[in-house]
């Protein structure tokens, strides 16, 4: 289970960090996302955190946001910086697991004045 937390509303050009609670052991998982999915719009991975730590993250997020995990805590963050409006959507934890994507239910991210 992924259990997200930590979206909400903020302005342009805020910040927000967005959590990952994995139930069980994060070192199961041989990689860890973040995606999002706006209105009438397609899911779109924004960023990936493979077991090795190479990361890689999709062009419209490069250089303002940043994955990363805490082993300990069985949790993966997504540090978002520099939000824009069109940043707002629905942001979804995942992660492969054996043959399987395991997903989170999400939580809403709005950027707005």
């Known amino acids: 289970q992924l259990v997200e937390s930590g979206g909400g509303l903020v302005q342009p050009g805020g910040s927000l960090r967005l959590s990952c609670v994995v139930s069980?052991?994060?070192?199961?998982?041989?990689?860890m996302g973040w995606s999002r999915q706006a209105p009438g719009k397609e899911r779109e991975l924004v960023a990936r955190?493979?077991?090795?730590?190479?990361?890689n993250y999709a062009e419209s997020v490069q250089g303002r946001f940043t994955i990363s995990r805490n082993y300990a805590k069985n949790t993966v963050y997504l540090q978002m910086n520099s939000l824009k409006p069109e940043d707002t959507a629905v942001y979804y934890c995942?992660?492969?697991?054996?043959?399987?994507?395991?997903w989170g239910q999400g939580t809403q991210v709005t950027v707005s004045s």
């Open positions: 995942h992660g492969s697991f054996g043959a399987y994507e395991l």
């Open positions: 069980g052991s994060l070192s199961s998982f041989k990689a």
């Open positions: 955190l493979i077991g090795t730590g190479t990361t």
